[in-house]
C-alpha cells in the first residue's frame, strides 16, 4: 500500500547529540514537509521541500537540517543547537494543491 | 500516550448526537481547506475536504460548511460514535504556490456513552 513511513517511532537523545528521523514516501509525491507538533499548538513548519534537491526554510527551522537526494525520501537531523527539541514530529507529502498525507509520526524526547 | 492536546478546547457528545466543531481560518485568500482527526499518538488521517468554490461538502457522516465571509470553517459529525472520540484540527492552504499550509490548533471530541 502507498504511504509515508516514519522512524523510529520513539526517540532519545542526550544533551549534545545529534538525531537523524527518517520519512519515506511511496506515493511518488514532489512535496514533502517537517512538522513539528507541541500540547496546545497548531502543527508548525520546520522545513519543506517541492522537488528534489531543493529544500526550504519553514517558520522554525533553528536548530534542524534537512536533505532531499531522492523523490522518496526527506529526513530530518535535529541538531544539539536545537534548544528544546522534545516534541512529536510528523512527516508530511503532497502532489499538489491538495490533500496533504501525514505518517505516523516520531517522538523525540531529550534525556 | 502522546501528550498531544492537552490544553485543547474540548467538546464532549452524547453517543449518537451531532457533533459540530468549528475552526476559524486565518487567510482570506486561502483556496483549499482540510479537516483532520488525529488519535493520541498517531499522525493525522484526512477527514474531509473542501474548495473555496464551494460552501459545503458531505461526506459518510461528515459534513464541512465553509462560509468565506468570516473566514469560518465548520465540521458536522452526524450520530457520534466512541470511535470519533479524537483531536480534530482544520488546515488551510494559502494559495501562496509554496504549499504551505496553516493548522489550526485542534479540538478534542470526547464521545460519552
Known amino acids: 500500500d502507498g504511504g509515508i513511513t516514519q522512524s523510529p517511532k520513539y526517540l532519545f537523545r542526550k544533551e549534545g547529540q545529534n538525531v537523524t528521523l527518517s520519512c519515506e514516501q511511496n506515493?511518488?509525491?514532489?512535496?514533502m514537509y517537517w512538522y513539528r507538533q507541541d500540547p496546545g499548538q497548531g502543527l508548525r513548519l520546520i522545513y519543506y521541500?517541492?522537488?528534489?534537491?531543493?529544500?526550504q526554510k519553514g517558520d522554525i527551522a533553528e536548530g534542524y537540517s534537512v536533505s532531499r537526494e531522492k523523490k522518496e525520501s526527506f529526513p530530518l537531523t535535529v541538531t544539539s543547537a536545537q534548544k528544546n527539541p522534545t516534541a512529536f514530529y510528523l512527516c508530511?507529502?503532497?502532489?499538489?494543491?491538495?490533500?496533504?498525507?501525514f505518517g505516523e509520526g516520531s517522538r523525540l524526547t531529550v534525556l | 500516550g502522546e501528550s498531544v492536546g492537552l490544553h485543547l478546547p474540548t467538546l464532549s457528545v452524547q453517543e449518537g448526537d451531532n457533533s459540530i466543531i468549528n475552526c476559524a481560518y486565518s487567510?482570506?485568500?486561502?483556496?483549499?481547506f482540510i479537516w483532520y482527526k488525529q488519535e493520541s499518538g498517531k499522525g493525522p488521517q484526512f477527514i474531509i475536504d473542501?474548495?473555496?468554490?464551494?460552501d459545503k461538502r458531505q461526506g459518510q457522516r461528515v459534513t464541512v460548511l465553509l462560509n468565506k465571509t468570516v473566514k469560518h470553517l465548520s465540521l458536522q459529525i452526524a450520530a457520534t460514535q466512541p470511535g470519533d472520540s479524537a483531536v480534530y484540527f482544520c488546515?488551510?492552504?494559502?494559495?501562496?504556490?509554496?504549499?504551505?499550509?496553516?493548522f489550526g490548533t485542534g479540538t478534542r471530541l470526547k464521545v460519552l456513552a
Open positions: 487567510n482570506s485568500a486561502s483556496d483549499y
Open positions: 506515493l511518488n509525491h514532489d512535496a
Open positions: 521541500s517541492q522537488i528534489v534537491n531543493d529544500f
Open positions: 473542501i474548495r473555496s468554490n464551494m
Open positions: 488546515a488551510e492552504n494559502p494559495n501562496s504556490g509554496t504549499y504551505k499550509y496553516i
Open positions: 508530511a507529502s503532497t502532489l499538489g494543491s491538495g490533500e496533504l498525507f
